[in-house]
């Protein structure tokens, strides 16, 4: 069941949770490297994280500047405060954070 920060795509399920969009993947790319800690984003400005609520049931993986998350427990769920909470099944998953342009470069967004 979709919950309402979902959404079907020509690849899958996509989750957003603001800044943070998660796509459900076959697995983890070759090269990956296992990551410490379950925040996916952390907010500059009210230091509130985009954050896994398990450390035990998940694994975060990366390879270059691509971030990605392993949910080895049968759900384990993305909080924020001032967000609705997402649960996502068992599977791997890829991370993206919101990106804008600023003169020059473009930067990761942060709340």
Known sequence: MLNRNSQISSTGVLYRQGDVLISRIAGLPSGAHRQEGVTLAQGEVTGHSHRMDRADAVQLWA?????????SAEIATLVHEEHRAIELPQGFYR????REYRPGAYVEVMD
Do not use: A, I, P, S
């Open 63 to 71: 390879q270059g500047n691509e971030l990605f998350l392993e949910v």
């Open 95 to 98: 991370v993206w954070k919101q």
